[in-house]
């Protein structure tokens, strides 16, 4: 199963809105024959791809999948079919399928005799690979993770408004790496006029990533010219509105399901308060400066009480700042 989500991993950012979802194949003796993962949308999903990539010595074997093997005819055919005829006789999944179009995949493969077992690993996928995709089910919207980067006390720019750097070469190269995972990055028109930033991914040495996400920027008036987010390293969309649950059912219609809200302070407060933050990861360096605006604008907070509690998933190092994963308290 850990191979699995590692090949779910590797295709995450590709697959929206469909699930990435890994599979391994065993054969009859418990040797690694297969890998496959999910196929950008219309392709075909995991199971498939691992069955070609084991061939004969599939029959008799198992799979090992990070999501329940789906039931039904979409853009393809069933994945419990292929299992079948493969000749495959245990599958092994981590996460139930809560698309109701698709689930039921366990009792199909029990009735046609094959042995199903579930929850292997749920957590960590349900955490990890199909975190936003399950969100996106259950919730019907994107999920967003809002990223920003401070100083230790909290600060996103000093008070002159030079904000580069604040972080790591590491924390930065991290950010990267999240932006071509994610289907679209969102910023306010503000961040824009302050910043000019490109985001787009990039490698360290500045080479655009094969994939870059949708950008997005909210609000209304226009965009210098030559503003760097209207270059042609990547789509742009403008979405005239102020209202985050609006900007989130644009998104939504063009199947964007794990979006990456990136500021600025203005924005990720309204965000916070329309209660449309599903995850902040925050990297936090080791360096004061004492005056500046904050990570977090207004956010409807008033009184302590009315505080956005969260709970902190994970810390960990990225080179020398703190990178925290925090979740709402209510999840
Ligand atoms: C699987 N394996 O790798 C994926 C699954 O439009 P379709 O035909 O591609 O079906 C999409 C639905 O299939 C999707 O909403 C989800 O329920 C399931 N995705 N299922 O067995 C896979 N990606
Ligand atoms: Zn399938």
């Given at each position: 199963m850990r191979s699995a989500v590692a090949l779910a991993e590797g295709v995450r950012g590709t697959t929206s809105p469909n699930p990435p979802v890994g599979c391994v194949v065993l054969d009859a003796d418990g040797v690694l024959v297969g890998r496959g993962a999910t196929q950008p949308p219309g392709g075909p999903h995991a199971e498939?791809?691992?069955?070609?990539?084991?061939g004969e010595?599939?029959?008799g074997g198992t799979a090992v999948v990070t999501l329940e093997p789906c039931a039904h005819h979409g853009r393809t055919p069933p994945c419990t079919d292929a299992l079948r005829a493969a000749g495959i006789v245990r599958v092994v999944h981590a996460v139930s399928d809560p698309n109701p179009v698709a689930a039921g995949g366990a009792e199909v493969l029990a009735g046609a005799g094959i042995d199903v077992a579930s929850g292997l690993l749920a957590d960590e996928v349900a955490r990890g690979p199909l975190r936003a995709w399950l969100h996106h089910v259950r919730c019907d919207r994107p999920h967003v993770t809002w990223k920003?980067?401070?100083?230790?006390?909290?600060?996103?720019?000093?008070?002159?408004?030079?904000?580069?750097?604040?972080?790591?070469?590491?924390s930065r190269a991290e950010v990267h790496e999240l932006r071509g995972k994610a289907d679209a990055i969102v910023v306010g028109r503000g961040t824009v006029l302050a910043d000019d930033p490109a985001l787009t991914a990039r490698a360290a040495d500045g080479t655009a990533a094969a994939r870059q996400p949708l950008r997005v920027v909210v609000g209304r008036g226009d965009l210098p010219e030559g503003a760097r987010v209207l270059d042609d390293s990547a789509e742009t969309l403008r979405v005239r509105t102020h209202d985050p649950a609006e900007v989130l059912a644009v998104l939504r219609a063009r199947g964007v399901v794990d979006v990456l809200l990136e500021?600025?302070?203005?924005?990720?407060?309204?965000?916070?308060?329309?209660?449309?933050?599903?995850?902040?990861?925050?990297?936090?360096?080791?360096?004061?400066?004492?005056?500046?605006?904050?990570?977090?604008?207004?956010?409807?907070?008033?009184?302590?009480?009315?505080?956005?509690?969260?709970?902190?998933?994970?810390?960990?190092?990225?080179?020398?700042?703190?990178?925290?994963s925090a979740v709402p308290a209510r999840n």
């Open positions: 498939v791809m691992a069955l070609a990539d084991a010595r599939a029959r920003y980067a401070a100083s230790l006390d909290g600060r996103v720019a000093a008070a002159d408004g030079t904000s580069r750097w604040i972080s790591s070469a590491n500021g600025g302070p203005t924005l990720a407060g309204a965000f916070a308060a329309a209660g449309l933050v599903d995850r902040v990861l925050a990297y936090v360096a080791p360096t004061l400066l004492g005056a500046g605006p904050v990570a977090l604008g207004a956010s409807g907070v008033s009184t302590i009480t009315a505080a956005h509690r969260l709970v902190v998933e994970g810390v960990t190092m990225s080179g020398p700042d703190v990178r925290i």
